[in-house]
């Protein structure tokens, strides 16, 4: 199972930044999706997660009502729409894939992808 995020880049205080994970190799809706993000010198921290078929959505508190996750079974992709970004959003963005959403809020984690940087300026 391959996962690739892209869509990262830079943007500015207050603006907003959709990243994308796209997978394969394996059953998409099989899984449940979450997104992982790690800033420089901190350790990596939950984001977001997904429910295989999409009906029940997991956030950081850091992150509620400013982050939506959502996911395309169909073209076995996972989105993170980031609005009111913040300098403390900087960090590299992964996304990974567990067997239920429990065990992807909880780090329990079966595939795992590369990052793409969202780097927020102010």
Do not use: H
Not at 85 to 95: F, G, H, N, Q, R
């Amino acid at each position: 199972v391959q996962l690739q995020a892209f869509g990262g880049g830079l943007v500015q205080v207050g603006g907003s930044l959709k990243v994308s994970c796209q997978v394969s190799g394996r059953t998409f809706s099989d899984y449940a999706m979450g997104w992982f993000r790690q800033a420089p010198g901190k350790e990596r921290e939950f984001v977001a997660a997904i429910s295989w078929g999409g009906s029940s959505t997991y956030y950081a508190d850091s992150v509620k009502g400013r982050f939506t996750i959502s996911r395309d079974n169909a073209k076995n992709t996972v989105y993170l729409q980031m609005n009111s970004l913040k300098p403390e959003d900087t960090a590299i963005y992964s996304c990974a894939a567990g067997q239920t959403v429990v065990n992807v809020v909880g780090g329990t984690l079966d595939y795992w992808g590369r990052g793409t940087l969202v780097t927020v300026s102010s």
